[in-house]
């Protein structure tokens, strides 16, 4: 199952340019079974997180309990119970795309994570939370 994390569009005023943010988990809500991976993908020029549980104080790395060594790059986690708290660290499709700097290397879009429990699980980007960037895994037996 897969959920896009964010969007943006590009609007011009005549005048010159101007992005507007609408900052969402394309498939708020997903319904799955125990033991099912759902994995987020930014496309969007903007970084996001995918956090469960307590809002980390610097969400920038990912948790301890988030896995960095797959073989495709992605990140990847597994939550037990709805008590768990997981945080995906920055998901960017580069770091920074500014004109006159060197490229950064390309960064990490993607992260899994696998519900192990049944139960409602409920998610926030930590940077866009207040823009409305949040979510829901309904987990069935």
């Known amino acids: 199952m897969k959920v896009t994390a964010g969007g943006g569009e590009a609007l011009t005023n005549g005048a010159g340019w101007e992005t507007a943010l609408l900052a969402r988990f394309l498939r708020g809500v997903v319904v799955i ?29 990912p948790s301890p309990n988030v896995s960095t060594q797959i073989p495709d790059g992605a990140r990847q986690a597994v939550i037990n119970s709805e008590a768990d708290s997981v945080n995906s660290g920055l998901l960017a499709v580069s770091a920074q795309d500014r004109a006159n700097l060197v490229q950064s290397p390309l960064g ?20 866009h939370d207040n823009l409305g960037m949040k979510g829901t895994i309904i987990v069935h037996q």
């Open 33 to 61: 079974r125990v033991g099912d991976t759902i994995e987020w993908t930014n496309f969007d020029i903007t970084v996001h997180t995918v956090t469960f549980g307590t809002e980390p104080f610097d969400p920038r790395p």
């Open 108 to 127: 990490v879009p993607r992260f899994r994570v696998t519900f192990m429990a049944p139960g409602t699980y409920n998610y926030i980007c930590s940077l």
